[in-house]
């Protein structure tokens, strides 16, 4: 059975009492039969179709190597569903309120490391459905992928071809994992060797190191041992500064939810000339540049986020776990005038995305397998908030996930929203803001600690606030546009 990547086993490594490390999503039902029966019976049904819902964690003792995933033999549905009814009046707020408990919660590593929640008694016969996963298992494109082998185009679900019966696979043999802890252990030495000088390379596009005295040229230098000699954009120094949602987190979630027309942001991408990635992180770093001057703690450095890239190909779609690199970006937050903080955003991502296209390797993937799987289990959350209390590497960590543009279904019930949930650490900071485009809108979800950001819906009326700046700014460079070709038309 296929073991975790070192990528993969990180996110195992930094749970801790104060870091759960599952994402998750809600998504927001009407009409319908939704209940726990029918899930049940949906997900018996489709199951095969994302074995990783039916795939536990085994390896040796202590951590010595990778886990792999292997089929739970005691898989049971009922571990993993179930339902709770919402107080009157079953607002958004009091959804809000009842998923963060949830999202608190670690997952039990005994069993497949999933949990899905209806929850009945939202306004409008409206229904919830909260979906966790480990970080280990998904990344955001193949949780999307998974979540869609449950949904259907129409109201009435598709017919889906089931497997023959075949012999039932099992677990790895322990003789199998003791040679694969071996084989591993003797290739460590070249592994990191490797992983450094990869990493190496590339140090001038991770976040801190590239800070450091010298690391462009150490990270030319690397190149060329490499063979690599072709120029390299030039990337500014990626060095966060303080702000008050940096610094060790605690247990607490608060959880906020919104959503901005797709078609504002796609309008405004036109008007200007950039992506619609461009407009989700401009809106970000105005809502943000908003929060902090709030408190008076707007620092005169741009913020660095951490971006989420999907690096998943052809031949990857049914590996579990993931496949991603990251981005790290200034967020221009200095840049109070918000056409030229788009502007200056646009810039940074480009410089970013042009230098990911370059790089020799992931340097992400290679940092997570320098260190053997056993000192990375036990060193890994330690040195996390340790970093975070004297030099948190990133402000904040930004995704945007792609979604399909068209009304989805479950169990008959129509979706009217899909609500992302991502993970808080020490290194991340203490607020996490993701979105996913469905249907016609950009459905926002941010995560935050309450000693950090005790109250994220705040945040999101910043963002609503930034994106009607970027609207309005647009309409006017328009109508002057517009204006201007009228007027100069007519002495011809």
Known sequence: MPQLTALDAQFLHFESPTTAAHVAGVAILEGGAVTVDSLAALLTERLHLSPALSQRLTGLPYGLDRPHWAPDPDFDLS???????????????????????????HLD?????????????????????????????????????????????????RTVDRPAPGRRAEGPHPVELITAALTGAL???????????????????????????????????????????RPRPELPPLAAPRTPFNGPITAGRRLAFGSIPLKE??????????????????????????????REALPEQPLVAAVPVACRTAGGLDRAGNQLAMLAVPLATDVAEPRERLAAVREATGTAKRRLAMAQGNWLAELCGLLPTALGRVATAPLSRLAASACPPINILISNVPGPQFP?????????????????????????ITC?????????????????????????????????????LEEAAGDEFRHRVEVDGVPG
């Open 79 to 105: 571990h993993h569903l179930a339902e709770h009814t919402l107080p009157a009046p079953g607002d958004e707020l009091r959804l809000a309120e009842l998923l963060a408990r949830l999202h608190e919660r």
């Open 109 to 157: 590593r005994d069993r497949p490391l999933w949990e899905m929640h209806l929850v009945k008694g939202l306004s409008g016969g409206r229904v919830a459905l909260y979906t966790k996963v480990h970080h280990a298992a998904i990344d955001g494109v193949s949780g999307a992928e998974t979540l869609a082998a449950l949904l259907d185009l129409g109201p009435e679900p």
């Open 187 to 229: 290739a460590q030495p070249a592994n990191t060797a490797r992983s450094l000088a990869v990493a190496a390379s590339e140090l001038d596009a991770i976040p801190l190191l590239s800070a450091l005295p010298g690391a462009a040229r150490l990270a030319g230098a690397a190149r060329r041992l490499l063979g690599d000699d």
């Open 265 to 294: 942001v796609k309008q405004v991408a036109k008007g200007f000339g950039v992506t619609v990635n461009d407009v989700v992180m401009a809106v970000c770093a105005g809502a943000l540049r908003s929060w902090l001057e709030e």
């Open 408 to 432: 989805l279904y479950l169990c008959g019930a129509r979706v009217l929203s899909y609500f992302p949930i991502s993970v808080l650490t020490d290194l991340g900071g203490g607020v996490n």
């Open 436 to 472: 996913f485009s469905y249907d016609g809108m950009l459905d926002f979800g941010l995560v935050s600690c309450p000693t950090r950001v005790p109250e994220p819906e705040g945040l999101l009326g910043h963002l609503h606030s930034a994106m009607k700046e970027l609207v309005t």
